[in-house]
């Protein structure tokens, strides 16, 4: 069965420290993934997406990236963290018409 | 480009009441249409979805959806609420058109129930 796995499940960092979260995929291949933020009162949006192996489509101009160095392999990135990156991040893997989402990630920048 | 928009931030409802949460949508071309809910301290889940044909669609756990084209519309109902349904409901467009389009969704909606 298809099942998606986003970690860690909670992370607490420093402004201008590094981000990496990760998302694989598993009992796929060649998924569509994506990285949505969910911040306070703001919903969902969708920060990236990616149809394959370093295909990255950037929705928002901001302070991250996103990288598919495997197949099933999707990579959220900071180089230096911002107060207003706090939010909780959620991976999702598109089937058909709808999506698969991650348990997320709780982001606090302090 | 395509959005969402739902126009309540926050329901506060009785149990036993009736919900309806709106949900209207922009896109000028043919969209499939879903509603998502996040309980508490859970992940996304797919409550219901419209790909085509009869434009109200039942979901799980009691809830269903109707489609209406003319109002760009696709508002979430359900007859009588329960407690366990308080969670963040999130309704989401994508063009139909395209395989790898991704979801569009809205602010959300924070539905209480309260006793």
């Known amino acids: 069965s298809q099942t998606i796995h986003q970690w860690p499940a909670t992370l607490v960092q420093p402004v201008g420290s590094p981000l990496s979260l990760e998302c694989t995929v598993e009992?796929?291949?060649?998924?569509?993934l994506y990285w949505y933020r969910q911040a306070a009162g703001r919903g969902l949006q969708l920060l990236f997406y990616?149809?394959?192996?370093?295909?990255i489509s950037s929705e928002v101009p901001q302070n991250l990236s996103a990288s598919r160095p495997q197949d099933r392999q999707f990579i959220l990135s900071s180089k230096k963290l911002l107060l207003s990156d706090s939010g909780f991040y959620l991976c999702a893997w598109r089937l058909g018409g709808g999506a698969f989402f991650g348990q997320g990630t709780r982001l606090t920048v302090v | 480009a395509q959005s969402v928009s739902q126009h309540n931030h926050h329901v506060i409802l009785s149990e036993a009441a009736s919900l309806e949460l709106g949900c209207n949508y922009s896109y000028g071309g043919t969209v499939n249409l879903f509603w998502y809910v996040q309980y508490p301290g859970q992940h996304l889940q797919l409550l219901l979805k419209?790909?085509?044909?009869?434009?109200l669609v039942k979901g799980i756990k009691g809830f269903e959806a109707e489609f209406i084209k003319s109002k760009f519309s696709f508002n979430l109902r359900k007859p009588s609420v329960q407690w366990s349904d308080t969670a963040e409901y999130f309704c989401a467009v994508k063009s139909s058109n395209s395989g790898n389009t991704p979801l569009v969704f809205g602010k959300g909606t924070r539905l209480s129930v309260i006793a």
């Open positions: 419209y790909f085509s044909g009869d434009p």
């Open positions: 009992g796929t291949s060649n998924p569509n």
């Open positions: 990616s149809v394959g192996i370093g295909q």
